[in-house]
Every structure is written in C-alpha cells, then in structure tokens.
C-alpha cells in the first residue's frame, strides 16, 4: 500500500487556509509542520522536510498559517495572537478527520509559528507527542516558556546569532526541569532529516514496551 495525499482546505473564521496532508499506509503519527512566514505554497525546506517524514513512514501535514495576502504583510507575520488562532482553527479540523482518528499528533513549527505552536500546546488538553521548533522567533512568546513536558527539540542555524542565543537560552530552561529537551545548531541550512531523525527516535521511544 502507498502513501494517501489530501490537498485540503479549512475555514478559519477568518478566510480559508491550505494544506497537504500526506499518511504513509503504515503510519502511526502525523506531523503538523507550520511556518507563520508562508502563504504560497510550500517552501523548498518544507517539501524536503515532508519527504524526508513520508521515507520514515510518518505522516505529515504542511499548513500555510497565513493567506498569501497576510505573508506580505510584516504586521500580519509579526501576529502571533493570529497565529495561535490558526493553530486553534487547525486542532479543531484535525480533530474532525476520521482518518486521523487512530494517529498519534507531533508538531514542527518553524519562525513566528514557534510562539504560536507554545502557547497553543500549553492550553491543549490532548497534547502532542512531540514538538520541534525550527529557528524558532521566541523572543515573540508571550509570558515564560513552560508546560512542555513532552519531548522538545530547539533547532536553529549557527549563522544567526540571535536565533541561536534564543533558541539556546529555551533549552537551559527546559533542561533543569526535563532531560526531554534537545538543542541543535547547524551550520548552513537545517538538514530535513536531522529534524526527521529526532521525531522519529522521539516516536519509538515512546512505543516501547515500558511505554504506557
């Protein structure tokens, strides 16, 4: 059996966004990849991203949280209260598949999406299995990072001093409380299957036999 791929639409309450979601026949989890920069389509990292998952047997489902209108507008990138609005709209079509019924959630949020993705895993009673933040703007969080007691990498690129003292600065606060938490910093671009490789070691620990 193959892969099933869905291009879909949702009503947000505030227009219609668009995604493409992709279960491997074997999958057990579906990763949710958001950016709060896009609005076109999928970007070159996303798609390598997305292949890298669909070689590992993990679904994924790559979501533009913004119109192509709002993706030039920096006030509407810079929103992370919009944002978090879109994870919400998101959570509630997720949670109205059937085909989705059996499988696991996992998050990979990457720029202005990182905050949002936060705060929404903080107040969500079913919370995902695990969370990756891909040059992560935290300094847009609003309040303390906490809540995140499952599985959390912060990866970023070395280039960028200023994502990378964020992003590191993340980690120190969650590696006091949980050995839970990883940190990557790469030089170049993030490589797909660096962030594919976490999940999927994250997932099988998680279905080990001691796992409950």
Same mark, same amino acid.
């Given at each position: 059996?193959?892969?099933?791929?869905?291009?879909v639409a949702f009503?947000?309450?505030e227009g219609?966004l668009?995604g493409?979601?992709?279960?491997p026949?074997?999958?057990?989890t579906?990763v949710?990849?958001?950016?709060g920069?896009?609005?076109?389509g999928?970007?070159?990292?996303?798609?390598?991203?997305?292949r890298?998952f669909?070689?590992?047997g993990?679904g994924?489902?790559?979501?533009d949280?913004l119109?192509?209108?709002?993706?030039?507008?920096?006030e509407?990138r =810079? *929103?992370? $209260?919009?944002? !978090?609005r879109?994870i919400?709209? @998101?959570?509630?079509?997720?949670?109205?598949?059937?085909m +989705?019924d059996?499988?696991?959630i996992?998050?990979?949020a990457?720029?202005t999406?990182?905050?949002a993705?936060?705060?929404?895993v903080d107040?969500?009673?079913?919370k995902p299995?695990a969370?990756?933040f891909?040059?992560?703007r935290?300094d847009? =969080? *609003?309040? $303390?990072l906490? !809540?995140?007691?499952?599985?959390? @990498?912060?990866a970023?690129?070395?280039?960028?001093?200023? +994502?990378t003292q964020?992003n590191q600065t993340?980690?120190d606060s969650?590696?006091v409380?949980?050995?839970?938490a990883e940190f990557?910093?790469?030089?170049?671009?993030i490589d797909g299957?660096?962030?594919?490789?976490w999940?999927?070691?994250?997932?099988?620990a998680?279905?080990s036999?001691?796992?409950v």
């Amino acid at each position: 059996m193959g892969t099933t791929v869905r291009e879909v639409a949702f009503s947000t309450g505030e227009g219609s966004l668009r995604g493409e979601l992709r279960v491997p026949a074997r999958a057990e989890t579906v990763v949710v990849i958001l950016s709060g920069e896009c609005g076109a389509g999928q970007t070159p990292q996303e798609s390598a991203l997305e292949r890298e998952f669909t070689d590992r047997g993990i679904g994924t489902f790559v979501v533009d949280l913004l119109t192509a209108r709002e993706a030039s507008e920096r006030e509407s990138r =810079l *929103d992370i $209260e919009l944002l !978090g609005r879109r994870i919400d709209s @998101l959570h509630n079509w997720l949670g109205r598949q059937a085909m +989705l019924d059996t499988l696991d959630i996992a998050v990979c949020a990457a720029d202005t999406a990182a905050p949002a993705a936060i705060q929404y895993v903080d107040s969500a009673s079913s919370k995902p299995v695990a969370v990756a933040f891909w040059n992560g703007r935290l300094d847009l =969080l *609003d309040g $303390e990072l906490s !809540g995140l007691e499952i599985p959390v @990498l912060f990866a970023c690129t070395e280039q960028n001093s200023f +994502l990378t003292q964020l992003n590191q600065t993340a980690y120190d606060s969650r590696a006091v409380d949980s050995k839970r938490a990883e940190f990557l910093a790469v030089a170049g671009r993030i490589d797909g299957g660096q962030i594919a490789t976490w999940f999927e070691r994250q997932l099988t620990a998680d279905r080990s036999p001691q796992h409950v």
